[in-house]
């Protein structure tokens, strides 16, 4: 690619995979004023703009304080609908024509808002957005690691007559003293009942390798998401490697929270055979959705074509997709030039 506007243009036209994306994260300050106008809810800022600029956030227990309110503005089943729809109709427009949806079901039950009405407003955009936009998607359930384990399974068991409708479960929000042993139960549970697995491991967290080997020894994962520190042991590199485990990676978001859009390291995980994805986490907190934290890490960090093309495979790769959707979709790449 000769100049920065051809590498755009490239990003823009390539066929890509999300795999780490919180609904809740995709709530846009227009959005929310919206929803907050319609169910009486006080965001204490006069204007999106304002709003925005109260993002003050530096790591993670910071981010999660701003997070978990702004989220009281979604209450009824519409509400989850239209953020959903939002979302999907935003990664669609970027050429994002799969991906796979983390909601926090914990997060809405704890304030009154039945399980049914959260997921029956997300289904109801993901089967339009099938229809009317050609992405395809998927849920995932996380579960709030600073509650209770109890809780925990609870959440699981709520979602069980739901469970066609929800790929894997996942374990989110604050780390600090939460490991994922913690779980165990509930995770060998969710396994049993046909669901993929997969767990955060937030960047430069307390204990951090010690809980990604948790997370492959213990739990027994399908991904990890985030995952940057186990570039530390090069035991835990080989082993993510040999299962051919995807880490779910999100520039942008690192950047924020760490400081460090975490370019060099994304580079070593794939020198290392590491299947390293790149992805928008919370996008409407941290100002970018997938093509600019594709954008940023060539901007940035210097990545070639060749290397996001790499990472846009490997998302297709390790995404929770049958052989015959995951040929599909490797073809379509294979076919954009790439």
């Known amino acids: 690619m000769s100049t920065t506007n051809d590498l755009r243009a490239f990003i823009a036209q390539l066929p890509k995979a999300e795999l780490h994306v919180h ?62 729809w939002a979302y999907l109709v935003k990664t669609r427009s970027q050429n994002v024509l799969y991906c796979e949806m983390f909601f926090d079901p914990q ?118 998401d985030h995952g940057v520190n186990a570039l530390e042991d090069p035991a835990l590199c080989a082993e993510i490697a040999r299962r051919g485990l995807g880490l779910t990676v999100c520039p942008i978001s690192n950047r924020f929270v760490v400081q460090n859009l975490t370019g060099d390291e994304i580079r070593r995980m794939l020198a290392l055979g590491m299947k390293a994805t790149i992805n928008s986490d919370d996008p409407a ?15 940035d960090a210097g990545f070639t074509a060749a290397e996001i093309t790499s990472l846009v495979r490997n998302s297709f790769e390790v995404a929770w997709l049958d052989d015959r959707r995951r040929q599909h979709y490797l073809a379509l790449l294979d076919g954009s030039g790439s």
């Open 107 to 224: 997060a809405h039950t704890g304030r009154g808002v039945a399980f049914d009405t959260v997921i029956k407003g997300i289904r109801r955009a993901q089967v339009q957005a099938a229809a009317e936009l050609g992405v395809e998607s998927q849920l995932i359930m996380c579960f709030l690691r600073e509650l209770p384990a109890a809780s925990a399974m609870e959440t699981l068991i709520a979602s069980l007559p739901y469970k066609h409708w929800i790929v894997g479960v996942g374990l989110d929000s604050d780390e600090k003293n939460n490991p994922p042993i913690k779980f165990a139960a509930v995770f060998a549970r969710a396994r049993a009942e046909g669901y993929r697995l997969t767990m955060h491991c937030d960047v430069n967290q307390q204990n951090t390798l010690v809980h990604i080997g948790q997370c492959l020894d213990v739990i027994g994962v399908d991904r990890i």
């Open 285 to 299: 907190y941290f100002r970018g959705y997938m093509n600019e934290n594709l954008i940023a890490l060539h901007e």
């Open 23 to 84: 609904l809740e994260g995709t709530l846009e300050p227009e959005l929310s004023f919206a929803l907050a106008a319609r169910n009486g809810v006080q965001l204490g800022h006069d204007t999106p703009e304002a709003l925005v600029a109260a993002y003050d956030f530096h790591d993670l227990p910071s981010f999660l304080a701003i997070y978990y309110k702004a989220m009281e503005v979604l209450v009824h089943e519409q509400d989850f609908y239209e953020l959903a």
